[in-house]
């Protein structure tokens, strides 16, 4: 079965800090895409970052980068300069050959003023 | 704003009831997702329709269904409701059949549903 993992529930960090989350998947296919989304306490999905499983290089917005490692199936995601509207859920999700979407159970980031 | 709306925000109904969840996609998007958000199963994919015809099917119960309309916008039906129907259930659209490295999905502010 194809599974996202994300093994740390909550975390909390400085403002202007850099912080990793964690996530592991597991999947037999070649191909894929990997996201994470953020949700913030106002509920609203919002996409941060994806990864094209093709590609080597990972993929970076702002402040959000990827560190992908394709063998080990894993994708974690770098915060830089936190800051205070980054405190959030964030999901990790994988999309399979068919397309569905699977998430990981979540990770709660508090930035700390 | 995502431009995706969801209709009713919240809804209060009890066990054995049946609901209609509606979803308007963003101008121009062909996609519609379904998914449901709840405390102990997560975030789970339901449901995608492209165009009106169904193209990807998740962990979506029989007692639950889905159609998207020609004018795009879909609805979700959940019938025999039970306590564990409760959740928060999103509704995200996208341009294109696939999700790609162009392409985006937005959510959603998502409909409240509480089965007592």
């Known amino acids: 079965a194809q599974t996202v993992t994300q093994s740390q529930p909550e975390m909390s960090v400085q403002e202007a800090e850099t912080v990793t989350l964690s996530c592991t998947y597991d999947t037999s296919e070649s191909n894929y895409y990997l996201f994470w989304y953020k949700q913030p306490p106002s509920r609203q999905m919002i996409l941060v970052i994806r990864q094209e499983a093709y590609k080597q290089q990972n993929a970076t917005e702002n402040r959000f980068s990827v560190n992908f490692q394709k063998a080990a199936k894993s994708f974690s995601l770098k915060i830089s300069d ?15 050959r068919d397309d569905k979407i699977i998430f990981g159970k979540g990770t709660r980031l508090h930035i700390l003023p | 704003d995502s431009g995706v709306t969801q209709t009713p925000k919240h809804l209060i109904t009890a066990t054995g009831q049946r609901v209609t969840l509606r979803c308007s996609p963003r101008s121009g998007d062909l996609s519609v997702y379904w998914y449901q958000q709840s405390l102990d199963q997560g975030l789970q994919f339901l449901i995608q329709y492209y165009n009106g015809e169904e193209r990807a099917k998740g962990n979506i119960l029989e007692r639950f269904s889905a159609q998207q309309f020609p004018d795009l916008h879909s609805e979700l039906n959940l019938s025999s409701l039970e306590l564990g129907d409760s959740a928060l259930y999103f509704c995200a659209s996208s341009v294109a059949r696939r999700l790609s490295s162009t392409d985006t999905q937005y959510f959603g502010p998502g409909t409240r549903l509480t089965v007592l």
Do not use: I, K, P, V
């Open chain 1, 82 to 96: 936190s800051q205070l509207g980054d405190t959030a859920m964030y999901f990790c999700a994988f999309m399979t």
